[in-house]
């Protein structure tokens, strides 16, 4: 492991590079591996998924966050511009770079798609086709994060969506919601196709700050030094909304959130662990880096709002989640409940909410992999995932038992877990925000916090706990794989609760520069 990061520091200003096209290039390697070589086809996914890892975390180790600013840059020139803006080098261009709150997504992203990897060992139809759309989907994940150009944003962006109707289409499952079959096809349309509403939001709004700019070029750092003087408060607080919804559907934003349950349910689950885990935040993200960072006084009108939607979001979500008997449905709108505290941290638009709810964003992202980790493995084994059904699988499952209880904990806030540092911070950002307001919210908050202790205590007790029906005697517990995959994330929970500044001070490297932008920030 040192030769490799020995390796890497020599070749800096290539890593995000490397970052990008390795999943690419095992997408391609695999295109040439015979489909039923199975061995073949999961060596070669595994061994991609760790040396992406090993990237992942060599950029959030070697990022200074002492230096603040964009790092890791590169930039290549692909199109030139036509027309009037293709005078000198105006060109379309893959600029790469990692401020703090891209580095700690990448992490969680190198993170997830290890152990995404390790827990679809078991997947045995259409492997090599599995694998393939699961590198195109994470190739654009990192694309999201490391990209400085909105051209190549949108196109990443859209490049991490698309295949999660072929994954879910094609390799989900049927689900049950209150008493109704819904089809993984039915989850897989519905999915894109509420996606795909959001990003025509996006894609108009990134056309007008192309054209309201004038400069020609779709750089982020370029368009940032002109957004003063090109875009007026009226300008921004016309297409600030297009953004904050745009890219708030996929974050999973009250009342645009439908899709998101019934995707994570039908997912495979690989797919729901980077759906939940990854994918939802992609939406955050795009709010941070393209919404408050480019037009920063139309956040600062319409932040209240989505405040008061994260809030909803927050108690709508538990409250549904006490509702439902499918487990991946529990986790599902828990999901959406804790995707609330994200944006409620954004909305605050000060340093204690804004780090919090990118900490969250990672918390998250670990927590809700570890439980649809977990949640596949009780599948594999009973085949089902009612909790109306499942009773007392603590004493055959006694490990499996334990992993839940740990995402369980880490979901209900316990200290010492990651979720706890990371709604605390929140919640005093909110408290600190919009006066009465944000005492109001930030109480609705801690409600919201105590609602998701009540249903995940329920669900610990009803489907661990008690007594075990004679059906479920010949289980078996968790395999070597499945147990390494959620040991590494079980590992990042405990040392993000009990070691949160590392995490911290880069986070704040990247959120104070775009709150110095916005003339409100608190």
């Not at 700050?209 to 408060?233: D, K, M, R, Y």
């Not at 319409?302 to 108690?315: T, Y």
């Not at 529990?330 to 804790?338: A, N, T």
Request: aromatic share 12%; net charge neutral.
């Amino acid at each position: 492991m040192v030769g490799v990061l020995v390796v890497l520091e020599g070749m800096d200003s290539f890593v995000l590079l490397c970052l990008l096209g390795l999943p690419m290039l095992g997408a391609v390697i695999l295109l040439f591996v015979p489909a039923g070589a199975l061995k073949v086809v999961k060596v070669v996914a595994v061994t991609v998924s760790f040396v992406v890892a090993v990237l992942a975390i060599y950029i959030f180790v070697s990022f200074d966050e002492t230096a603040g600013a964009v790092q890791f840059q590169k930039i290549y020139r692909w199109l030139p511009l036509p027309g009037p803006w293709g005078a000198g080098d105006n060109a379309i261009t893959l600029s790469l770079g990692v401020d703090g709150v891209g580095a700690t997504m990448v992490l969680l992203t190198g993170i997830v798609m290890l152990t995404g990897t390790l827990i679809s060992w078991n997947v045995s139809e259409a492997t090599k086709d599995f694998f393939i759309l699961y590198f195109v989907l994470l190739a654009g994940v990192f694309g999201v994060f490391i990209t400085f150009d909105l051209f190549f944003f949108f196109l990443f962006y859209e490049l991490s969506v698309l295949p999660m109707y072929l994954l879910i289409g094609k390799w989900g499952s049927t689900s049950q919601f209150k008493g109704f079959a819904r089809t993984k096809e039915y989850s897989a349309m519905k999915l894109t196709l509420v996606l795909v509403a959001g990003s025509v939001l996006i894609w108009i709004a990134i056309i007008a700050i192309f054209f309201q700019a004038g400069i020609g070029t779709f750089s982020i750092l370029e368009i940032q030094e002109v957004s003063n003087s090109a875009f007026s408060p009226t300008f921004q607080n016309i297409f600030f909304p297009l953004l904050m919804v745009g890219f708030g559907i996929l974050a999973g934003l009250w009342p645009f959130h439908t899709w998101s349950p019934d995707g994570h349910v039908a997912a495979p689950t690989a797919v729901s662990m980077v759906h939940a885990g990854v994918l939802m935040k992609l939406g955050a993200f795009g709010i941070i880096r393209v919404g408050l960072v480019l037009m920063p006084i139309g956040a600062e009108t319409w932040m209240p709002l989505l405040i008061v939607l994260g809030a909803v979001n927050v108690i709508y979500g538990a409250v549904s989640a006490m509702g439902q008997t499918d487990l991946k449905y529990v986790i599902g709108y828990s999901s959406v409940s804790h995707m609330g505290y994200v944006l409620m941290g954004i909305a605050t638009l000060n340093v204690l909410g804004m780090s919090g709810a990118v900490l969250q964003m990672f918390s998250h992202g670990i927590m809700t992999a570890l439980f649809f980790a977990v949640a596949g493995m009780i599948y594999d084994r009973t085949h089902t995932r009612d909790t109306l059904v499942l009773e007392g699988m603590a004493k055959r499952m006694g490990v499996i038992s334990v992993l839940f209880t740990v995402a369980g904990l880490t979901s209900l806030g316990l200290p010492g877990m990651s979720g706890f540092v990371a709604e605390l911070l929140v919640f005093l950002g909110v408290f600190q925000s919009y006066g009465i307001l944000g005492t109001v919210l930030g109480s609705l908050a801690v409600v919201g916090a105590a609602l998701t202790a009540i249903y995940i205590l329920r669900l610990l007790s009803k489907v661990f706990f008690g007594p075990t029906p004679a059906m479920w005697e010949s289980q078996t517990d968790s395999g070597s794989r499945e147990l390494l995959a959620a040991g590494i994330l079980v590992a990042i929970i405990f040392s993000v609760g009990l070691w949160p500044f590392p995490y911290i001070e880069v986070i704040e490297s990247g959120v104070n520069p775009i709150l110095a932008m916005i003339p409100g920030a608190r």
